[in-house]
């Protein structure tokens, strides 16, 4: 049987540790390197959903004036069109919401869409189509029927104009 020997520090060992961290993080860092450099000419493939939006634009008027000759009629046209640009994404069109804000008319036929179209007090929803397009210009001319017991003079604007996208 051998004596044990004393184990004392070998000196090429002191250095190869080091040495072997230094080369795996040289190797590691080129390996990243090269994997960035590979993926340059790959291609991901990413994919979108966009939602339809649609919003307008009007001016839409504070007041109409009502007089003695509308109420003797039993109805008011707007004295100009309104003009309001519908825009949306939406391929096949948008739908525009009408909602009544006041109660001294009982229907309001509302020319210069597709076709004329005629709602009651509790207002109503329009569609209209388009191919591809994202914006129409519209000039609404709208006539009112008045509620009885209207006296001549100046009303709030009726009607609340929404445009929604057409899915």
């Known amino acids: 049987m051998e004596p044990e020997r004393a184990q004392r520090p070998n000196p090429r060992r002191r250095w190869r540790l080091p040495a072997l961290r230094a080369l795996a993080w040289t190797a590691l860092s080129a390996g990243f390197a090269s ?17 339809p939006v649609a919003h307008l634009e009007a001016a839409l008027p504070a007041q109409l004036l009502i007089s003695g000759a509308d109420l ?16 949306s994404n939406s391929r096949a069109g948008f739908v525009l919401d009408v909602a009544a804000q006041s109660p ?3 229907a309001v036929t509302i020319d210069g869409l597709d076709s004329p179209v005629t709602l009651g ?4 929803t ?12 519209l000039g609404l001319r709208m006539c009112f029927k008045l ?6 003079g100046l009303y709030a604007w ?7 996208p057409l899915p």
């Not at 994997?35 to 939602?51: E, F, I, K, Q």
């Not at 003797?72 to 825009?87: H, K």
């Open 121 to 124: 007090v509790e207002g109503g």
């Open 72 to 87: 003797a009629r039993g109805f008011v046209d707007m004295p100009r069109a309104l003009r309001v640009q519908v825009y």
């Open 126 to 137: 329009i569609v209209q189509r388009w191919h591809g397009a994202n914006s129409r210009a």
């Open 35 to 51: 994997l960035g450099a590979a993926d340059s000419g790959t291609l991901l493939p990413v994919s979108a959903n966009v939602r």
């Open 147 to 152: 509620a009885p017991g209207l006296l001549p």
């Open 104 to 106: 001294w008319f009982t």
């Open 158 to 164: 009726p009607l609340q104009l929404r445009a929604r």
